[in-house]
């Protein structure tokens, strides 16, 4: 019975060894987390609840809704100070490391590393 310990030691190992890498790769896919722009300084920041905050090139900070519709859009909601709602919507990619917004109204590309999950 003594020899049984072990090997289910083993399994039990590998199974949350499985787990963890599991739960490392499908937060690899997520778009939540801080991306810089490759070639800039601005930067995004996703958290969860769909809300993000970012901060251009210029060092102008806005924030607001995102909602993701699982078909590669994304739809920005920024309420600016004292105005209505500014709705920016946009084709996206993001895997790993690397996020690309294709903006619908400008035809702008921008790419972002992850700087921090």
Request: hydrophobic share 35%.
């Amino acid at each position: 019975m003594m020899s049984d310990k072990p090997k289910y030691l083993q399994v039990a190992t590998g199974f949350l060894a499985a787990m963890a890498l599991l739960i490392s790769c499908l937060h690899s896919n997520s778009i939540t987390g801080r991306w810089q722009e490759t070639r800039g300084r601005a930067i995004f920041e996703f958290q969860e609840g769909h809300t993000f905050s970012t901060v251009d090139n210029m060092g102008m900070q806005v924030g607001g809704k995102y909602n993701l519709d699982g078909q590669g859009n994304i739809r920005f909601e920024i309420q600016h100070e004292g105005s209505n709602i500014e709705i920016i919507d946009a084709k996206v990619t993001f895997a790993e490391d690397e996020l690309i917004f294709k903006f619908s109204d400008s035809s702008e590309v921008e790419k972002y590393r992850r700087i921090e999950p």
